[in-house]
């Protein structure tokens, strides 16, 4: 049996390598877990907002990029569903949609209304509430359906809470 060594200045070269990829500071860091949580208490501390409170009744009208679309209100009542997930029911008085099941995600002050009614008419609803927690100012995409009933259109608005 044979045995092979490595001379010295290939095992420094591997070392070498392995500490310009790695890092110096990264072998001498505190374990994976120690680093992490204080990462994460770094970053919780300094960029995160605390999510806006969105449960409620919220209505208000919204505004077509289109001249000649007309305007459309839009109430939604936002509740958390049995799996603690915010939904909104929504009622519109819209030629291109008619109540939509809404998922809502809200991140910080960010709010987004997604969902669809029965007839496959889709909406988009992203926006910020405002500092009181009273105001959404919102832009909209809504994508009618395969029936063509209703093109793709967009716009402005708010919903007020109620």
Known sequence: MTSKTFPCPVLFLSFSLLMTVMGASYLCAPGPAGAQ???????????QQPAAEIRGTWS?????KHSNVASFTMTVV???DSRGRLIGSSSLDSDCLKGAQLEV???????????????GDNITVRGTVDKTGTLL???YILNGSATG?????GGTGSLARR
């Open 78 to 80: 936002i509740n958390p």
């Open 60 to 64: 208000g009208t919204f505004f077509s």
């Open 37 to 47: 949580s204080k990462q994460a208490a770094s970053a919780a501390g300094s960029t």
């Open 137 to 139: 100012k919102a832009s």
């Open 149 to 153: 009933r209703c093109e793709t259109d």
């Open 105 to 119: 995600t809200v991140t910080g002050s960010k709010v987004v209304l997604a969902g669809s009614d029965d007839e």
